[in-house]
């Protein structure tokens, strides 16, 4: 995800910005001496004009406007966390989930406010044309309408599952079903107090053990509200790159769906330039250079706080907490 992020910046995706320093703590420490640190220190030397440092504290003190964009591994992200709002940011671009617990990013949420550090969060879903065509549609639907929301990832082979399980140890609600969950409340104003039950999808679900990890495959579950609302969301780690919304209301169904033949043509595109990604980076190009051409105007034009429409620290908490009363349910 940071290559991916640094990629936009190069090539000038992101205008009104440059890459100025690179943060990689492995390949400039323990793993300096591995073929892939090889393969960073050559790309980043050909390919940028950053500098590259083994820690935050090690870079120079900052001048002028900086954006930190965050995107470690989620149980690193505390300690980086702090290490940039002590360095001196004002403005953090965290990437999802933010932390591994609601405890760590409730304190990372105090700890950037009481040092005057705005945050925003990597919740590339809610750009989603996608999902805004759903939020749209089920604004005027009938009351009593449904939304279904899902989709399936890309590890197709037990090779690429097992790194999967691995990688994410936050495990699947948090790394993968919370831009979803972000998605819910950010547009149709959902909140775990607001929940009066989650109904597990008993034939759906799955959870298994790879690689010492134990973790759900799939998930299937209901979010049944308090005000009668009902939300169904499914997600597979497996056979796809497919995303869908579906409304349904008094027997008419309207469903849309990610990619679009305008998306999968503009993603073969990117990938013919760049092979050999995986096929969400293709597919959510324009999402990540919306989001952080917002941010990074913000930042520019001098203003507080986050940009209008960028998910911040307090939904990713609440997202936090979504994920943990759900996988309570699901594992009951």
């Known amino acids: 995800m940071g290559w991916y992020h640094c990629k936009q910046f190069v090539e000038g995706s992101v205008t009104g910005s440059r890459l100025a320093h690179i943060v990689e703590p492995f390949f400039m420490g323990a793993g300096k001496s591995s073929p892939a640190a090889q393969d960073f220190q050559a790309w980043a030397s050909n390919k940028t004009k950053a500098s590259v440092h083994p820690s935050i504290p090690a870079m120079p003190k900052l001048e002028g406007p900086s954006l930190c964009i965050i995107c470690g591994r989620t149980a690193d992200n505390p300690k980086l966390f702090k290490e940039a709002v002590d360095h001196g940011f004002k403005h953090i671009y965290l990437e999802k989930p933010g932390a591994p617990t609601v405890a760590e990013l409730e304190q990372m949420d105090i700890y950037s406010k009481a040092n005057g550090c705005a945050v925003s969060m990597g919740f590339n879903r809610n750009y989603s044309k996608y999902v805004i065509a759903a939020r749209d549609y089920f604004a005027t639907a009938p009351k009593g309408a449904t939304l279904t929301i899902g989709r399936n990832d890309a590890f197709n082979t037990p090779e690429a599952l097992d790194e999967c399980f691995e990688r994410n140890a936050e495990g699947m609600m948090k790394n993968m079903m919370i831009h979803e969950l972000v998605a819910l409340i950010s547009h149709f104003g959902v909140r775990v107090a ?99 051409q917002r941010v990074v105007d913000h930042v520019a034009d001098g203003k507080p706080g986050t940009p209008d429409g960028v998910a911040t620290i307090e939904i990713a908490i609440e997202g936090l907490k979504l994920c943990d009363l759900i996988t309570e349910a699901l594992t009951a």
């Open 194 to 292: 607001d929940v009066k039950e989650v109904s597990k999808d008993k034939k759906y679900t799955c959870q298994e053990m790879r690689k010492g990890m134990a973790d759900f495959s799939k998930v299937g579950f209901t979010l049944i509200m308090k005000d009668g609302r009902q939300f169904r969301l499914w997600g597979d780690r497996c056979d796809g790159e497919h995303a869908e919304a579906v409304v349904s209301s008094n027997g008419v169904t309207f469903t849309a769906v990610r990619p679009d033949p305008a998306l999968s043509k503009e993603a073969a595109e990117i990938e013919a330039n760049e092979p050999g990604c995986m096929p969400f980076f293709y597919l959510q190009d324009g999402e990540y250079r919306a989001l952080k």
